[in-house]
């Protein structure tokens, strides 16, 4: 397989899954694009009934299955309410770096289909008008969004048709440099989700399949801690590819692939760890084991449902998770070229 090859198709991917809105909830959208994509390339796809996607992989042997699991959803914010001058109160879907929101653009999605822009902001915004601008605290009870309407009072911004529970989507700002980088929000975890989607590809373009049977699940409710609860039983191993931690005593870079040991929620399958470490050795693939500080998977929500499956973690350096994220197409290569051997050896 070309693995250099593919970092078109990888950053197009990327940004057509990190461009399309959808926190926690709001899936719709995103998960028809991955639908969309997976189909192209020739795969039956499924939904299940918690608005998640299921890509079907035959294998050559059908004596085991694995699965493959990212999520798809988003941090984002919601309004919980609507000020007496028409200002939009949030509430935080996921847990996002409220301060790193403070000047960011949005959008306003209404039940009925309206799409409004605005700007998060501080309930105190300009330097020469409040004494606190800079020391306020940014945080849900004191930031805002500020509408581009005309609007005075909430019964304006009620005539608008929007109400209490409407998504407020901020901008992911996506880049991609000449230097190999991807700057947006959201690649935790669109940009594991982008790269099973480009390892389909080049199986595809070989005409090749897995050793086993596989299904990757592209999950819709992780952030908010429930996404992998209706990941089947039926799978003998689970292999969660997701953000890689990058800081502090961590090991791992933008460039690489990691394995995740261990993280908040405990230990992962040490024989497949072991395995996955193996693999990347003998294989070549730059990678780094870590231990996760802050860090939970639906691995671990999995496991709590009652999984049986062995599970492991992988994923692509990100830096400055829950803020303004930035990986390498290195590390994203690395991490399809250990999905790929993972796949032919699980």
């Given at each position: ?337 250990l999905i790929a051997l993972y796949l032919e050896c699980a």
């Amino acid at each position: 397989m070309d693995f250099n090859g593919c970092k078109d198709f990888l950053m197009e991917t990327a940004k057509t899954l990190l461009t399309t809105d959808s926190p926690s909830g709001f899936t719709r959208r995103a998960v028809e694009a991955a639908e969309g994509i997976a189909q192209g390339l020739g795969y039956a796809t499924r939904r299940t009934n918690k608005g998640g996607l299921v890509i079907e992989v035959p294998g050559r042997e059908h004596t085991k299955k694995v699965g493959l699991c990212a999520h798809i959803d988003t941090l984002g914010l919601m309004c919980r309410s609507i000020s007496p001058k028409g200002e939009l109160m949030v509430t935080k879907i996921g847990g996002p770096l409220m301060p790193t929101l403070d000047g960011e653009y949005c959008k306003i999605y209404t039940r009925e289909g309206k799409v409004y822009t605005g700007t998060v902001l501080s309930l105190s915004p300009a330097t020469h008008v409040f004494d606190d601008a800079a020391t306020r605290p940014r945080d849900e009870q004191n930031m805002y969004v500020r509408l581009d309407e005309v609007v005075k009072t909430a019964e304006d911004v009620r005539a608008l048709g929007i109400e209490v529970g409407d998504y407020v989507c901020y901008d992911p700002k996506t880049t991609v440099t000449e230097s190999g980088f991807l700057k947006s929000r959201f690649i935790d975890d669109k940009g594991s989700a982008s790269c099973l989607l480009t390892l389909l590809k080049l199986m595809a373009d070989a005409g090749t399949k897995p050793r086993y049977d596989a299904e990757i699940h592209l999950t819709v409710y992780e952030e908010v801690g429930h996404g992998g609860a209706t990941i089947p039983w039926d799978l003998d191993e689970l292999l969660a590819v997701d953000m890689g931690c990058v800081g502090l005593d961590l090991t791992c870079t933008e460039e690489q692939v990691s394995i995740c040991a261990k993280d908040s929620a405990g230990p992962y399958d040490y024989d497949m760890v072991s395995r996955l470490v193996a693999l990347a050795k003998e294989g070549g693939v730059d990678y780094a084991v870590d231990v996760y500080p802050h860090y939970s998977s639906d691995v671990a929500v999995a496991w709590k449902a009652g999984s049986d499956a062995k599970a492991a973690l992988i994923g692509p350096g990100v830096q400055a998770s829950h803020g303004m994220e930035r990986t390498h197409f290195h590390g994203m290569r690395e991490t399809i070229k250990l999905i790929a051997l993972y796949l032919e050896c699980a």
